[in-house]
């Protein structure tokens, strides 16, 4: 069955900057979109940057431009996301998420995506 694992979440200092990792299995990961997603307690789970299936593309959130970095190694079936510059409104849970070819209008939403990861914890503290 699809697996996807997160790793690399922590707490951290404000300013401070922190890798997670997501580890893919059981899909032909190629064919896939790969996302990030967060939820803070309290809000709707948010768009944070993807990558499209056709590995040319990413995207991120208004929120996260020139601090977050989404990046794949195919070979690997890994989807990576590089932050810096981590603020304390940056405190969520965060989600990895799998959509088969889907099309780069539509990486944004929740919806496109067939699975998810089980999320893992980023906490910022000022």
């Known amino acids: 069955q699809v697996q996807l694992v997160e790793s690399g979440g922590g707490l951290v200092q404000g300013g401070d900057s922190l890798r997670l990792t997501c580890a893919a299995s059981g899909l032909t990961f190629s064919a896939y979109a790969m996302g990030w997603f967060r939820q803070a307690p309290g809000k709707e789970r948010e768009f944070v940057a993807a990558?499209?299936?056709?590995?040319?593309?990413?995207f991120n959130a208004d929120s996260v431009k020139g601090r977050f970095t989404i990046s794949r190694d195919n070979a690997k079936n890994t989807v990576y996301l590089q932050m810096a510059y981590l603020k304390p409104e940056d405190t969520a849970v965060y989600y990895c998420?799998?959509?088969?070819?889907?099309?780069?209008?539509?990486?944004?939403?929740?919806?496109?995506?067939?699975?998810w990861g089980q999320g893992i914890q980023v906490t910022v503290s000022s």
């Open positions: 990558f499209s299936w056709t590995g040319s593309r990413t």
């Open positions: 998420a799998a959509g088969y070819l889907t099309p780069v209008s539509r990486l944004g939403s929740p919806n496109s995506y067939g699975y």
